[in-house]
């Protein structure tokens, strides 16, 4: 069974801090690798990851995976109260069409 | 820019009523689908459907049904509403632009008494 885990499912840290959120993966066919953030409404996307070792980069928030290992790791530098969100790590399963499957989630709060 | 629009934002039912939830989106995506969101599940995917007419089953169908009579436009039917379906129903899209991306409506919070 295709399967997304999250880790921690929740985070609090101080304004300015570094996190690091996890994803592992077991799926058949791996194709890519989805990140959304959460606020309080719709998920927006973040990033698509398809290659093993490329570093996405968008501001402070940056995503790498790793194929062999099965993982993807999204950073957030010198954090801001509005990153406060869910992120959601997503992928693709039964090729054909664009199904995703998705974790569980990582609440991210960041205290002023 | 890609809108997924949701009918309702807040919604409170009683149990045993039909509830029909719209998800309207102006891309002209193939695609479209149906999740609920609970906390410490995740996403978890109700129903999905890649044509007019056509729908497949997600991971948790069960008590719900869909209609897509058009493309933009996708319901998701809660024939006797349960307290169990007490949720965040998000509604998204995509096409073949989109790679695997798919776009979010807003969500509707449905609560049921």
């Known amino acids: 069974e295709d399967k997304v885990v999250q880790s921690p499912l929740s985070l609090v840290v101080h304004e300015g801090d570094t996190v690091t959120l996890n994803c592992s993966y077991e799926?058949?066919?791996?194709?890519?690798l989805l990140w959304y953030k959460q606020e309080k409404k719709a998920p927006t996307f973040l990033f698509m990851l398809?290659?093993?070792?490329i570093e996405k980069k968008s501001g402070r928030l940056s995503s790498i995976l790793d194929k062999k290992e099965l993982f993807s790791i999204l950073n957030i530098t010198a954090t801001q109260t509005g990153d406060s969100a869910i992120y959601l790590c997503?992928?693709?399963?039964?090729?054909?069409?664009?199904?995703?499957?998705f974790g569980t989630g990582t609440r991210l709060t960041i205290i002023p | 820019d890609v809108k997924v629009t949701q009918s309702s934002r807040y919604l409170v039912k009683r149990t045993g009523e039909k509830v029909f939830l719209e998800c309207v989106q102006d891309?002209?995506?193939?695609?479209m689908f149906w999740y609920r969101q609970d906390p410490g599940l995740g996403l978890r995917l109700i129903y999905f459907?890649?044509?007019?007419?056509?729908?497949e089953k997600g991971d948790i169908p069960e008590g719900y049904s869909v209609s897509r009579e058009k493309k933009e436009r996708f319901s998701l039917i809660l024939e006797s509403a349960s307290t169990n379906q007490t949720s965040m129903y998000l509604c998204?899209?995509?096409?073949?632009?989109?790679?695997?991306?798919?776009?979010f409506g807003p969500g509707t919070r449905l609560t049921v008494t």
């Open positions: 998204a899209s995509s096409g073949p632009g989109t790679g695997y991306e798919q776009y």
């Open positions: 799926v058949t066919n791996f194709r890519s």
């Open positions: 891309m002209d995506h193939e695609n």
């Open positions: 398809t290659s093993s070792g």
């Open positions: 997503a992928v693709p399963v039964n090729f054909g069409n664009e199904k995703l499957t």
């Open positions: 459907s890649y044509d007019v007419k056509m729908k």
